[in-house]
């Protein structure tokens, strides 16, 4: 998967289009329906909501809302699902944006906000002083924000697709990228700018025309005509710092936390870094009982699959198993969790992964547990010949690499990329190989050789490498693929560094020119699949380098502000021997906790 591919994964991270989609309810007679519903926040400000109850509603019931910036409408068709199925449910626009009072700062404003929703919501007389929260991407990540404000009627949450500030969003690794700004747009004001967000083409345009111009990252919200002071904000915090800290939940929060959580991503979920980064903190920080009530569901979807699951996905094609019922979940977890029903039947252990290529569904008591063992595979080449997809070094088990260093050499003033990826056909699946194939001369390719049998993978792989620049620094990704036996390929999982953090992300330290250091590439996003015996795997690493990415000159200074006069063309080495062996460890499934049915 290029980068191009990955950003595109994270192009909807936040995004409105196509992610509210449900099916009509069956029964819309059955819905009494309120638009324009006032809520009084503790500073006078009032937010509208639009409600949905069932018609023949007798007393009170549990509530449920989602609070979002893509204007309440966006979620009519989950409201109509949910009042036909029991539950008052509400789309609340968060403050500034579509009805609601007040200005829009993102991210900033949900915490306390949220909590005064579900504190008004409890008092009402149609709410039985039960209250939930629902929904993905931004809607995720403020259910997270409201739950450390703890207000006492919150009863449980089901975080998707949630992006953790710093982590995921608005940068990742350490790098900005170009969607940032098309976010900003798409929310800028208090009506939604769909039909510009929505246009690839234009922003291609625009990503294109500062790519090429090798102007500093920070111009960006110029050049695409919408100077923004949250964009100059959020890139004047270039790494996870107690800026970003502030949006989510402390230790000291997660460890009070006590209610019950579902939380929800997918393999190629542009927010599964997020995702699992609040899921990891609180098993980490939570008390046991409160992570005992913890699940996880993994399936095999995109950034919106997350919520309504498609039966494909960047090209690859998912079995029947894949397109789970995700408003049936939902409403099994709050007939669970609010209405003291059973526990969803879905939920056979508390982590459930799907695994591609086995098209079934496997579970485990911990994400760990996943991984039954990790395997360690080396790289090596012949007279470092290891610069060409059809002319690449080895990927094998067994003993450390015996041959001499390899090398790529990267000049940040090519802008040659932008000629194929301003193609919309152009490395935006999963199945695409162009990214690596354009890449020949100007990267490395490692592949190991056919597998004798059927591989099940579910985790995350890492990847050590030995490697010394003749520059302080540069951006490094690292993507792995199945290369299947008759050519085809399947993205698995990448990684990126900024080699300024090599060390600790949130400390920046220059590179010692010529100092051969290891690098550890140990945040791959959780990957489950079956490699088919005769498949190959293809590790890949080349430079950032693409218009939908912050730039990074090398030369050491602030990257955002850094343009093409700044520009040094490094050279990265990379050893492989057994003094320092190169290796990538991958992560063997382990068997299902649940037995299948006989």
Known sequence: ???????????????????????????????????????????????????????????????????????????????????????????????????SEGQFTPLLQEAQDGHDVVEWLAAQPYCNGKVAMWGGSYAGYDQWASAKEFPPHLATIVPVASPKPGVDYPMQHNMFYAYAMQWLTLVGGRASQEDIFGDMGFWSAQYRRWYEARAPFAELDRYVGHPSPIFQTWIAHPSQDAYWDSFSPTPQQLARLDLPILSVTGHYDGDQAGALAYYGDHMRHGSAAATARHYLVIGPWDHAGTRTPKAEVGGLKLGQAALLDMNALHKAWYDWTLKDGAKPEFLKDRVAYYVTGEEAWRYAPTLEAATARREAWYLDSVASR?????????????????????RYVHDPLDTSPAAWEHDES????????RAALNAAGKALFYHSAPLAQDTDLAGFFRLSAWLSLDQPDTDIAVNLYEIRADGSSVFLAGDALRARYRHDPRTARPVTPGAIERYDFD???????????????????????????????????????ESGKDA??????????????????????????VAPKP
């Open 1 to 99: 998967m290029s980068l191009r591919s990955r950003l595109a994964a994270v192009l909807f991270a936040f995004g409105a289009l196509g992610l509210a989609g449900a099916q009509a309810a069956e029964r819309p007679a059955d819905v009494d329906f309120q638009w324009g519903v006032k809520i009084p926040l503790r500073d006078g400000v009032k937010l509208a909501a639009t409600l949905y109850r069932p018609r023949d509603q007798q007393q009170p019931l549990p509530c449920v809302f989602t609070l979002t910036p893509y204007i309440a409408q966006s979620y009519h068709a989950r409201g109509m699902y949910f009042a036909t199925h029991g539950y008052v449910f509400l789309t609340v626009d968060v403050r500034g944006r579509g009805n």
């Open 386 to 406: 290891a610069n060409d997809v059809f002319a690449s070094g080895e990927l094998k088990p067994g003993a450390p690499g015996r041959g001499r260093a390899d």
């Open 426 to 433: 152009a490395g935006g699946g999963l199945t695409d190989q």
């Open 523 to 561: 945040r791959f996003g959780f990957i489950a699949r079956r490699l088919a015996k005769g498949s190959r795997l293809r590790l890949m690493i080349a430079p950032v380098n693409s218009m939908y990415a912050e730039k990074n000159y090398n030369a050491g200074g602030v990257v955002a502000e």
């Open 568 to 593: 040094r063309t490094v050279t990265v080495t990379l050893y492989h021997d057994r003094q320092r062996p190169s290796a990538l460890s991958l992560p063997i499934a382990a068997a299902s906790s």
